[in-house]
């Protein structure tokens, strides 16, 4: 069986894309197939955090892992811009986690020095009171206790990295194939076949990386995938001139100057709508925090499903039945973007894992218990 | 840029005073915003937040969005959908406009 | 999941608004009608409760007619709403509205929608331009204000509404400098085997011919088959102040103080894809219809569209197509035996009939020229984000299968109109572009808000006693 390609990613989302782009880049040659315009894609709900503050308590390699990604961004973003001219608004200023009462700011706290602990590292952060969190955002409402402030924090347009992926992407030579439903793929000898329709790909690799999808795609190649689906409802508004210079965990203004509002985590299943009773509590946050925001338009809204595993970390596994055979899967997609694109893609090309992922195997979910 | 069918029944019209932009000017009430603009030739309405293009009404049936002005304090509200009242303040918009109030 | 406030919500007070309103009052239902006008009539008949004498008589019979129904609607005992903006519908059919910045909830087990057309976009280089309108808008300005454009007016598309705008701003006094007729040479063969039908209706015909004889008896200059249709600055004014347009195989420029655009109408279906009922894609008039059985319900049990919302007929078919879908509704809770309302819908799809006839045959005739959706890609398409064609097919190029793809890639449909004004035209180029079916390509997903409303209103509804009724009127 001839391959027609060394790697097939399955998902044109924010995972695969960045996968394909690293795999290209190291000289690969790629086929990408993206689904329908009406599909789940998560990376359209994508917020644009690159949040690093608080990640990894309980798993230090998931605290390396985004740290080693937030700092990988700016030659990530440069990389690129140079290939696309594309601009991804990436800035790192530091974030801003807001909270309503000094309880909150102190647990808050107590979690950050955990997480130092375990790193063995003083953790990068400050707890501002609100007179201090007014220095820095003067809009700040009155009802807020105050903020912790992460230097490694950050934010980029989802919307830009994604375009500035698939650009960059094809520039480099990959093959991207959007308005593909992927069927069946099958295990031969040397190569895999994956059908969608009547197109048949064959490719010597072959990465799942189609979010919600992968389960059951993932199941072909022997894998156990569990995935569900954890909704989000964004709030996004008007464009208003510019406010606010730090992404907060829950608010942060773009470069257009609209403010996109989000909070909302909710076990609903497959359904990505909206409703008055989350939109209303996650505009009356934002009000709180930002009184301003008051008489600014909502002009969107939107409902998007996150790709969760059970304990909220990637997944990344190559199949033992069908090597050759990965899935890829995580829900911060933008964060680890350049891991994704670096380290990750090294390792599919030429098997020598990187550092800090050895906890993310799916096998983690199949421990006997005795 | 537009003028009463009948100017002398127009002149025996009950008006209101609004202000646009600070100037006050008695239009005849119980007509939308927006044609009271355009009789007024308060044109363009606004210019663009994205690259400072001028605009003014296009539909003044609620569809197009391009009508947009600041009433009584309020931003982007859509002059063909509200109707003119007594002592309105009218403000024409460039660019996106600052969150929370005026300049 | 609410209760029940009502036992019918009507969503627009137009012909078909309130023809369902009278119907499904007449019927014993509790009805509750949202509008967003202060006063009822719709765009057809805009302001007819208050219009003077004079400006009735201008606008002719067709409008005076709509005062009688509005007095039924007015006399029919529905809970009446003006001034509300319906931002959000839940699957479960609750509505969710804002009457002076406050927002409030109903809802029934049966939903009308009846909001209605709008202008078929007309992508023009420079239709941005201050003093450049929609010639819906013309007409609107005289129902609500008794004005017209003052100084020179170039109409440009083509449609009965385009003619009846022209004669009644020739009527009103006002100066047509000329009209520029887009409609492509094939359109009139195209139509030739529709005539027949249309002879069936044979007063909209004469009515047709009348408006063509009194422009022509008013001098008023018409350039035919025009193409690559421009509109020109006036030096500095931040206004139009030419069209420029080769008609003939003739290059002509005429000076324009406004420039009035229409290139027909089109369903605005953005309340029902909302609620994602199922959508048919009309190659003939290039546009979305929601898909109703023959009691105007959609896809979504207990949902409705009537009137030019779910096909565009005309008032006399709204006003028809209304009274048929609540006397669906009324068997659907109950109210009426399915015979006895069979009975009562017949002289009603009678007149549907009637008024349908000539559909066919217009929609053949004033078919929008090829050229109008494959316009230069210099061309603004959003006019919101300012996207240009070109931008959309360059998203086509980058593997964007349909609008919601080429959104997120170029923020196009991301501003306040929400895609009303682009959504067609992306739509067509996609599907140009990547060589499918419209009807494939698809539209734009909208979400809540179907327009926007601040965030202080929408947080104010965190607060559980506030989602209450304000009082009515």
């Known amino acids: ?261 989000g909070g909302s985590k909710e076990d609903v299943g497959v359904d990505d709508g909206t409703t008055i009773e989350v939109m209303a509590r996650i505009a009356a946050h934002a009000v709180r925090c930002f009184p301003l925001l008051s008489d600014v338009n909502m002009v969107r809204t939107w409902g998007a499903l996150r790709v969760m595993s059970p304990d909220g970390y990637p997944i990344y596994q190559e199949s033992a039945r069908c090597p050759g055979a990965f899935a890829v899967t995580c829900h911060s997609g933008i964060t680890l973007a350049p891991v994704h694109a670096g380290p990750l893609a090294d390792w599919i090309r030429t098997g020598v894992r990187p550092m800090h992922i050895e906890s993310f195997k799916a096998d983690r979910f199949h421990v006997q218990t005795h | 840029m537009f003028k009463p069918i009948d100017s002398r029944a127009a002149r025996q019209l009950p008006t209101v005073a609004i202000h646009i932009d600070g100037r006050a000017v008695r239009v005849a009430a119980g007509q939308p915003l927006a044609t009271a603009l355009l009789a007024e030739d308060a044109l363009p309405l606004r210019y663009t937040a994205v690259s400072g293009a001028p605009r003014a009404p296009l539909c003044l049936m609620g569809v197009c969005f391009e009508c947009l002005v600041e009433v009584d304090g309020r931003r982007n509200v859509q002059s063909c959908m509200v109707e003119v009242r007594e002592g309105m303040q009218v403000r024409r918009l460039n660019g996106a406009p600052r969150a929370g109030g005026m300049v | 999941m609410s209760a029940y406030t009502h036992d019918l919500v009507i969503i627009g007070a137009g012909p078909a608004g309130m023809s369902a309103a009278v119907t499904a009052r007449q019927q014993g239902l509790s009805v509750v009608v949202l509008d967003e006008q202060p006063r009822p009539g719709g765009q057809v008949y805009r302001d007819v409760t208050k219009a003077s004498p004079a400006v009735a008589r201008l606008l002719g019979p067709a409008y005076r007619y709509g005062n009688a129904l509005a007095r039924r609607y007015a006399d029919s005992g529905a809970e009446v709403r003006p001034g509300s903006l319906v931002w959000d519908i839940a699957q479960d059919l609750t509505v969710t509205a804002q009457q002076a910045n406050l927002s409030f909830s109903v809802r029934a087990p049966q939903l009308l929608i009846a909001s209605g057309a709008m202008e078929h976009p007309s992508p023009l280089p420079g239709w941005t331009l201050p003093g450049v309108m929609n010639a819906g808008a013309a007409q609107i300005a005289m129902k609500t204000s008794a004005s017209i454009p003052d100084g020179r007016a170039v109409l440009v598309g083509g449609g009965p509404l385009l003619l009846l705008v022209a004669c009644q701003l020739l009527r009103a006094g006002g100066r047509i400098a000329g009209i520029v007729d887009t409609m492509p040479a094939g359109n009139r063969g195209a139509a030739l085997p529709h005539l027949p039908a249309a002879l069936g209706a044979p ?261 559980p006693d506030r989602i209450t009724l304000p009082p009515a009127g």
């Open chain 1, 1 to 261: 069986m001839q391959a027609d390609f060394d790697t097939l990613v399955v998902g044109g989302g924010v995972v695969g894309l960045s996968v394909a782009y690293g795999l290209v880049r190291a000289g690969d040659t790629v086929c990408v197939l993206d689904g329908q315009d009406d599909a789940l894609r998560a990376s359209r709900g994508n917020f644009g955090l690159i949040w690093v503050q608080g990640k990894g308590l309980g798993n230090p390699d998931y605290a390396h892992w985004t740290m080693q990604a937030a700092q990988r961004w700016g030659a990530f973003a440069a990389d690129l811009e140079a290939l696309t001219g594309v601009d991804v608004e990436l800035r790192q200023p530091g974030g801003l986690t807001v909270g309503v009462d000094d309880d909150a700011l102190t647990a808050s706290s107590r979690k950050l020095d955990a997480l130092g602990t375990a790193l063995g590292i003083a953790y990068p952060y400050e707890r501002l009171d609100l007179q201090a969190l007014r220095e820095r955002i003067p809009e700040i409402g009155p009802a807020v206790a105050g903020a912790i402030y992460c230097p490694l924090d950050g934010h980029v347009s989802p919307l830009r990295t994604l375009r500035a992926l698939t650009q960059g992407f094809r520039a480099l030579g990959g093959r991207h194939e959007s308005g593909v439903q992927v069927q069946q793929i099958e295990c031969l000898d040397s190569a895999f076949r994956v059908q969608a329709g009547d197109r048949r790909y064959h490719a010597r690799r072959v990465v799942l990386a189609a979010g919600l999808s992968n389960q059951a795609l993932a199941l072909q190649v022997g894998l156990d995938i569990p995935v569900k689906p954890i909704r989000g409802q964004l709030l996004v508004s008007e464009r208003v001139a510019p406010f606010l210079n730090y992404p907060c965990h829950d608010v942060r203004q773009t470069g257009e100057g609209v403010v996109q509002i």
């Open chain 3, 203 to 463: 007063a909209m015909l004469a009515k047709g011919l009348g408006m063509l004889g009194t422009l022509w008896r008013a001098g008023v200059p018409v350039f035919r088959r025009a193409e690559d249709v421009r509109m020109e600055e006036a030096d500095g004014s931040r206004r139009v102040g030419a069209v420029s347009f080769s008609s003939e195989g003739r290059r002509q420029r005429l000076d324009a103080d406004v420039v009035l655009l229409h290139h027909g109408v089109v369903p605005n279906t953005q309340i029902t894809r909302l609620l994602r009922v199922a959508h048919q894609w009309s190659d003939s008039q290039g546009c979305w219809h929601p898909a109703v059985d023959a009691w105007g319900e959609t896809s979504l049990p207990g949902c409705r569209v009537a009137g030019d919302g779910a096909a565009i007929a005309g008032a006399l078919a709204a006003e028809a197509s209304g009274a048929i879908a609540a006397l669906g509704a009324a068997v659907a809770v109950g109210r009426l035996e399915t015979g006895k309302a069979a009975t009562l819908a017949g002289p009603w799809r009678a007149r549907l009939s009637r008024q349908s006839r000539i559909r066919p045959f217009l929609d053949a005739l004033y078919r929008p020229p090829a050229w109008l959706i494959d316009c230069a890609d210099d061309t603004l398409v959003c006019r919101c984000e300012e996207v240009t064609a070109g931008q959309v097919r360059e998203m086509a190029r980058l593997g964007c299968q349909g609008p919601n793809q080429t959104k997120f890639f170029s923020r196009c449909g991301m501003g306040p109109c929400q895609g009303r004004m682009c959504g067609l035209t992306v739509t067509q180029i996609l599907a140009r572009s990547v060589g499918r079916d419209p009807a494939d390509v698809g539209a734009y997903r909208i979400r809540a808000p179907l327009k926007p409303v601040t965030l202080g209103s929408v947080a104010a509804l965190a607060e």
